[in-house]
């Protein structure tokens, strides 16, 4: 159904700021369309995540993708979690590692890019201190070296801003295997960018 996600925006139900998203889901099994109101809140974060990934070009789709997914489960979403957001960032990081050829061309393109032009993706804006026009390449060259499940975790981390619980919950893995899986990342990611800290984490690696 996706009268919730596309349908038009006048006469949808009055949601309450202050309702959690649980309180959403929950109301949205009698009354689907306060789905929507999901939808408001997350998909410019949504959107803007995939966009690093992936590029614009997909972003739009997958995202629509993400919440048509999880209109059709929330029937199984639990109510005791009131952030929906590690749900919702689980659903679209199983999307993206489909399109891995994608990800995969955009990391060589940004490798071929020239430092000084600006192109929007992996390198950009990843850490605070460093250059993104100087760090791209690198960058790329260091994300594309990285195994799907490790860059899941660095990238739900730097570019999702979410807590290494909320990623546990995201790819329903233990948090230690989170943690795991970021140290080793951010080892590999350092080593490429000359021991440049890729991730503006106060944590120790």
């Known amino acids: 159904m996706t009268a919730p996600l596309t349908g038009a925006r006048t006469g949808l139900p009055v949601v309450s700021a202050t309702a959690t998203d649980a309180d959403l889901i929950e109301r949205s099994l009698s009354d689907p369309e306060v789905f929507a109101a999901l939808f408001d809140r997350y998909s410019g974060m949504l959107y803007r995540y995939v966009s690093k990934r992936l590029g614009s070009e997909v972003a739009e789709d997958l995202v629509g993708e993400t919440f048509l997914v999880a209109f059709s489960r929330r029937d199984r979403y639990d109510l005791g979690r009131p952030d929906a957001r590690p749900w919702l960032f689980g659903i679209v990081t199983k999307l993206v590692s489909r399109h891995h050829r994608t990800e995969a061309a955009r990391y060589r393109a940004l490798l071929r890019s020239p430092v000084d032009g600006h192109v929007e993706g992996p390198a950009d804006r990843v850490a605070s201190g460093v250059t993104a026009s100087a760090s791209r390449p690198l960058l790329a060259e260091a994300l594309a070296g990285l195994p799907r499940r490790d860059r899941d975790v660095l990238l739900l981390v730097a570019w999702g ?19 795991s899986r970021l140290n080793r990342a951010r080892r590999k990611v350092r080593a490429v960018l000359g021991d440049t800290n890729p991730m503006n984490d106060n944590e120790e690696a």
């Open 161 to 179: 801003d979410l807590a290494y619980e909320e990623v546990a919950q995201a790819l329903g893995i233990p948090v230690g295997t989170v943690r």
